[in-house]
């Protein structure tokens, strides 16, 4: 009669309690994550606005004037091929930093679910 239960309530207040850490922890483990997608895309889009502006227009000035140069006889062939190399390695560049920057945003909209209500009602809730 005097049997309050006081076991089950403390096992309950320590299973709400270890609730709330792990629901706190998992909001700190999402909040790193979306910081982390957030300074990844600044620096995939930093890249591939310097490969953009001023990397490959470099790489295909370099490329004309081996061209031109060879072409009056001052280049050799390998230094064209060297050239049109450093061309394809910036656009290979370029290409890679957008594949990462793709990457990074369906990541970060995958952890925000900013697609979830373009989802059919079902496809949302299994």
């Known amino acids: 009669m005097f049997d309050r239960n006081q076991g089950s309530v403390a096992r309950a207040r320590a299973e709400q309690r270890r609730a709330e850490l792990e629901l706190e922890a998992g909001r700190r483990t999402l909040s790193r994550e979306y910081a982390a997608l957030e300074r990844a895309i600044a620096t995939d889009a930093a890249a591939v606005q310097s490969t953009e ?45 957008l594949r990462s920057f793709h ?17 059919p009602f079902e496809e949302q809730h299994q």
């Open 103 to 119: 990457n990074n945003e369906a990541a970060l909209d995958r952890l925000t679910a900013r697609f979830g209500e373009a989802l």
């Open 53 to 97: 502006e001023d990397v490959i227009p470099q790489a295909e000035r370099a490329l004309s004037l081996a061209q031109d140069g060879y072409n009056r006889g001052a280049f050799s062939y390998l230094d064209v091929l060297d050239a049109q190399r450093a061309l394809s390695d910036a656009r290979q560049a370029r290409v890679e930093a």
